[in-house]
């Protein structure tokens, strides 16, 4: 038998902002992939935290790129650690303003929801 008192529940939505030419490639999963390689410098660090195989963020790497045109990282060999992953130039002005354009619309968003939905 169901409960006749009405749950409090709360409204919500999700978006998933992607950039792109022809195929959606470049989202928040790339993203967050690309800011972990800046903060560890490493790709394979990154795929640990993520529980992401690496040869799938090659993958994904590789498909935003020929999308996009330009390289996002680029692997460096060797070393007494291993070699190392940094973004490229072009790939840490993409994602800055990935990022600040995500942050940006997510605020929008919000006025929007409230005014819709809540307000």
């Known amino acids: 038998m169901k409960d006749t008192k009405k749950e409090e529940r709360t409204l919500k939505y999700h978006l998933k ?32 935290e993520l529980n992401m195989a690496y040869s799938k963020a090659w993958k994904i790497i590789n498909k935003a790129e020929e999308d996009l045109g330009f390289s996002l990282m680029e692997g460096r060999r060797g070393g007494e650690n291993g070699g190392t992953t940094v973004l490229t130039e072009e790939g840490e002005t993409f994602l ?18 409230y005014k819709y939905f809540t307000g």
Do not use: H, W
């Open 17 to 48: 902002l992607r950039i792109y030419y022809e195929e959606r490639n470049f989202g928040p999963g790339v993203a967050s992939l690309m800011k972990l390689v800046r903060e560890r410098g490493s790709l394979s660090a990154a795929c640990q």
């Open 96 to 113: 800055d303003r990935y990022l600040a354009f995500t942050e940006e619309a997510e605020a929008a968003l919000e006025e929007l929801f």
